[in-house]
């Protein structure tokens, strides 16, 4: 029995799964004694946002992803359940460290690690966390290892060249693709992929899962950015246009810089928004067909996620994978 914040409220849309709920609940167990020290508060750094929830979307892409495998929709294997953990880890750390760049107060509708414990355990929480993945993933195999390395290193590379952009009005598309396909892309990639390595799936369907756990993380990011412009602060659980306020021009905001409301937006941005102040801009972007425009791109990515998937077995873990994509697009709100 894991002491874990129901997630029942929350959509993992993989719950199709039948063993899905048993599985993650295993994911759970794991990520917690993954944290487990001789170090009391270590320890309860390290589990504090474990406890919060989340979706635990990427460990549940990995056990789908073995499971398109095979035709028995049981339980996972325990090695697919750690491969989903050391990828769950990933992600976790890569929080900790995000929300201390963004001076984060809330995560996971807790406080953030680094509001409650400051900005130095936050970092060294972090740490720990990518230190566990990295132990669990090399019990996996060398090439499960050196995947979750070099997908660590991909992350921080989205990062950097997110902060490069920071406030920058004349980023392009092309920057702004290139940040999220190593910021959230490469996980899910790493994710599908690790799960397909560790199923020992035919290597012609790993990479075809790869693309699908790529093509999904884009939709994904995109997804994301577009409901932080178009989302209330009670949907989104934090402040409304968080990006535009913090300088991250994302999709939609890049769009409308480069057409006919152009002129009206530019002298808005290009520094820090307070609340108030981001409400103009917001209304600009929403009103001017950007939003539109970026829901067409998001649409793009999961038709190719689909065709990804379509040459695997017709199995419960590719159905799952596929209900995925499209529940991906159901979750845009009819504004949008
Ligand atoms: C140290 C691995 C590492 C990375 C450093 C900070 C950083 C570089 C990268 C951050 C990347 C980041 C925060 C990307 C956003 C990913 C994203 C969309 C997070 C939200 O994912 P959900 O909705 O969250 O799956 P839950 O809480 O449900 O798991």
């Not at 929080?95 to 406080?111: F, G």
């Not at 002129?263 to 929403?286: A, C, W, Y």
């Amino acid at each position: 029995m894991s002491h874990v914040a129901d997630r029942s409220g929350t959509q993992n849309p993989l719950l199709q799964l039948t063993a899905m709920t048993a599985d993650l609940a295993r994911v759970d167990d794991e990520l917690l004694k993954a944290v487990e020290t001789d170090d009391d508060l270590l320890t309860e750094i390290a589990g504090h946002l474990i406890k919060a929830g989340g979706k635990r979307l990427r460990p549940g892409f990995a056990i789908a992803a073995a499971a398109t495998g095979t035709g028995d929709a049981g339980p996972a294997a325990h090695e697919v359940v750690l491969g989903g953990v050391s990828v769950e880890l990933v992600h976790l750390g890569s929080l900790y460290h995000d929300d201390v760049m963004d001076e984060a107060k809330t995560r996971r509708t807790v406080d953030s690690v680094n509001a409650r414990w400051g900005n130095l355990k936050a970092i060294l929480g972090g740490d720990f966390l990518l230190a566990k993945a990295s132990e669990i993933a090399a019990g996996l195999g060398t090439e499960v290892a050196g995947l979750l390395a070099a997908t660590i290193a991909k992350l921080c590379e989205g990062q950097v060249r997110e902060l490069r952009n920071i406030y920058n009005t004349a980023r392009t598309e092309e920057s702004y693709l290139d940040a999220i396909t190593g910021k959230t892309a490469a996980l899910f990639a790493a994710a599908t992929r690790i799960g397909g390595l560790v199923a020992g799936l035919p290597r012609v369907d790993i990479d075809r899962l790869t693309t699908f756990g790529t093509e999904y993380g884009m939709a994904f990011q995109i997804v994301d950015d577009i409901l932080d412009v178009v989302s209330s602060e009670e949907e989104l659980g934090k402040p409304s246009g968080n990006d535009l306020m913090q300088g991250v021009y994302t999709l939609p905001v890049i769009r409308t810089l480069s057409g006919p409301d152009r002129d009206r937006l530019l002298p808005l941005l290009g520094r820090p928004l307070d609340k108030t102040q981001v409400e103009g801009p917001r209304r600009l972007i929403i009103d001017n067909g950007s939003i539109a425009g970026s829901v067409v791109t998001a649409h793009g990515y999961i038709d190719r996620a689909l065709e990804a998937l379509a040459p695997l077995p017709e199995t419960p873990g590719t159905a799952a994978l596929r209900g995925a994509a499209h529940h991906l697009l159901a979750s845009l709100p009819a504004t949008a």
